[in-house]
Each structure stands twice: as C-alpha cells, then as structure tokens.
T-cell receptor
C-alpha cells in the first residue's frame, strides 16, 4: 500500500538556522499538507498546496515558512530562521479522494 | 472557524470492554468528520470518515462512529477492545465540500490504554 514518506525523521538545529523538511506524497495524490504537533498539544494545520500553489494556510504559517514542490515527487517545508518555539513534530499529508494520508513525521528540535 | 472537543483525555479499559470516545465539533456549515489513530511510535492512520449519507460509519479494525447532527457529535465506538487497540485517537473535522480536501481541525486526542 502506498505511503507518505518524510525525511529526516529527526532534525536538530540551532536557533536562527534554516531547515528544510522533505516529504514524498502518495504518487497519484494532488493535495498536499503540512501539520505540526508541539509536544503535549493538538495537531495544528499549517498549509495546504494544490496545483502548485498554496490553497489554504493558518495563522501559524507566517513569512518564516514556505512550501515548494520542486519536482514531481517531493514536497518541502522550509523554515527560514528557526525559533525555539518551532520545536515540534511536523507531519506531511496528501489527499486523493478525501481523508488525508499522513507521513510518519519529522521531529524538529531547535536548540 | 471550526473547533473539535474530545473530553476524555485518558481512558483505561480491560480487554473485551466496550469503548466509546466522545467527539463534539463546532461549525456553522456542513462538515466532514474523521477519526485517526496513532499507535505508539507510528504515524496517524485514518480509522473512518463521514462525508454524507448513513450517519453510522464503519471503519477498520471493528471501529464505528455515529454522526448525530443535532448534537454536533461523532463518537467512536468499538464493542470489544483488544490490547492492540492501545493508542491515541484523534477526532478531526473539515469544512464540507471540496471532496473533503480542506484543512483538518483536530481534537486534542484521547489516549486509550487497554489492559490485558
């Protein structure tokens, strides 16, 4: 069964550094998403992407964040200048017929 | 904006007990409703979803959920739990239409612990 994959599984970075989180959505899905979950808190929506552009974004998704689909398979989330409060689990998801398939997540630790 | 409440934060059951996890949502329009499960060390998996039609939805692993529109609820049930059902369960909602592809709003999750 096809799955969403994410790399790396764990990323440690220093405050102020740029990070890129990578996702490979399910190949015939057209809608892509990023969510995050800060330890002990709810899963929160960041952004959705369709047809090579952002279709929805939350208040969390400010100018420090960007998304890109650089080729036909990858979907990336970039955080330009990480803050301590960006430490969280970041989940990528993709959707075909409604209901999202989630990847295993990338644990981002900002020190 | 929609919101989702899961009032049971931690539930402990013995094997073979029946399960019901509460989920209430707040939204003014039509919604799609979902239950996801996260087993220890694994990613979120879709258990079941409701878009329209029969309000009693059957999902994987013997789970079902009932949409009661008048109560804004979508409770998850299983008649007899197993130790392998130990996991965290998340209710989620998104705005109706668009084939269910709108952003999901999640509840805070319910940790289910099943004792052998």
């Amino acid at each position: 069964e096809p799955e969403v994959t994410q790399t790396p599984s764990h990323q440690v970075t220093q405050m102020g550094q740029e990070v890129i989180l990578r996702c490979v959505p399910i190949s015939n899905h057209l809608y892509f998403y990023w969510y995050r979950q800060i330890l002990g808190q709810k899963v929160e929506f960041l952004v959705s992407f369709y047809n090579n552009e952002i279709s929805e974004k939350s208040e969390i998704f400010d100018d420090q964040f960007s998304v890109e689909r650089p080729d036909g398979s990858n979907f990336t989330l970039k955080i330009r200048s990480t803050k301590l409060e960006d430490s969280a689990m970041y989940f990528c998801a993709s959707s075909g017929r409604g209901g999202e398939d989630f990847g295993p997540g990338t644990r981002l630790t900002v020190t | 904006a929609q919101s989702v409440s899961q009032h049971n934060h931690h539930v402990i059951l013995s094997e073979a007990a029946s399960l019901e996890l509460g989920c209430n949502y707040s939204y003014g329009g039509t919604v799609n409703l979902f239950w996801y499960v996260q087993y220890p060390g694994q990613h979120l998996q879709l258990l079941l979803k409701y878009f329209s039609g029969d309000p009693l939805v059957k999902g994987i692993k013997g789970f079902e959920a009932e949409f009661i529109k008048s109560k804004f609820s979508f409770n998850l049930r299983k008649p007899s739990v197993q130790w392998s059902d130990t996991a965290e369960y998340f209710c989620a909602v998104n705005a109706g239409g668009s084939g269910g592809r709108r952003a999901l709003t999640f509840g805070s999750g319910t940790r289910l612990q099943v004792q052998p």
